[in-house]
């Protein structure tokens, strides 16, 4: 994944146009349990220090709205639809639509990915995490979004494929029992962590550098 970035040198604002696709985190986090920075394992996480303000861009809008797809028994959030109104899918057996809205949102990632790589890597600590977690990720973006709701979604057939997502007001379930059209998301902080980009490392001639994109599964 490629996306447009500004020079270190550059004063105006980055233009909210330039937001880059973010993966769709299974679970929304605490703003502190994810920093763009961090090093990541299937068993292991690692913030580093070494990052200061002036190695991110911040991109911000005052509205956000997400169509996901999630698991109706784990409640893991597994797709994202963006913002649409209309969405082209079918919910298949244990699966729900829902949606994300939040009065703001705003996306952190780094000017130069490779060079924040090198300079958390300058550290001992990062250097002896990195040798003792052969299969790591470097993340290199997050979406923030302020005072989020995250609520059940109708997809309601509008013909030519396409499906209008609806507000699902609750409702009775099998066992006689109301269910509430909220989502059962608690992070205990006002600003929630909902999507990210995280690169693979790969170690060539006794150095690190990014590929590939990897699937947020780090955080599930």
């Known amino acids: 994944m ?9 004063e105006a604002p980055l233009l909210p146009s330039i937001i880059p696709d973010l993966a769709l985190l299974p679970r929304p986090l605490n703003d502190t349990a994810l920093p763009v920075g961090q090093l990541v394992s299937r068993t292991s ?11 991110y ?4 809008t005052r509205w956000y ?12 959030f597994l797709e994202s639809f ?10 298949q057996p244990g699966k729900e639509a829902g949606t994300i809205e939040a009065e703001s949102q705003r996306v952190r990632l780094l000017k130069d990915p490779e060079a924040a790589l090198r300079k958390v890597l300058q550290a001992d600590h990062a250097r002896q995490w990195l040798q003792n977690n052969v299969e790591a990720g470097f993340v290199v973006a997050t979406r923030e979004v302020t005072n989020a709701s995250y609520k ?26 109301r269910r509430d059209s909220g989502l059962d998301v608690r992070t205990s ?6 999507g990210v980009i ?18 947020a599964t780090f955080w599930v």
């Open 152 to 177: 059940r979604a109708r997809l309601i057939d509008a013909g030519n494929g396409l499906y209008e997502v609806g507000r699902d007001v609750g409702g009775e379930m099998k066992d006689g029992k």
């Open 2 to 10: 490629s996306y447009t970035r500004r020079w270190s040198s550059a």
């Open 82 to 91: 963006g913002g649409s109104h209309l969405v082209q899918t079918t919910l």
């Open 198 to 215: 995280v690169r693979k490392v790969i170690m060539k001639d006794g150095m690190a550098t990014l590929g590939e994109e990897l699937e």
């Open 45 to 55: 996480k690692h913030n580093p220090s070494s990052l200061e303000d002036r190695d």
């Open 65 to 76: 709205k997400d169509v996901i797809l999630f698991d109706s028994e784990s409640g893991r």
């Open 189 to 194: 902080s006002k600003t929630d962590i909902v």
């Open 57 to 60: 861009d911040d991109i911000g």
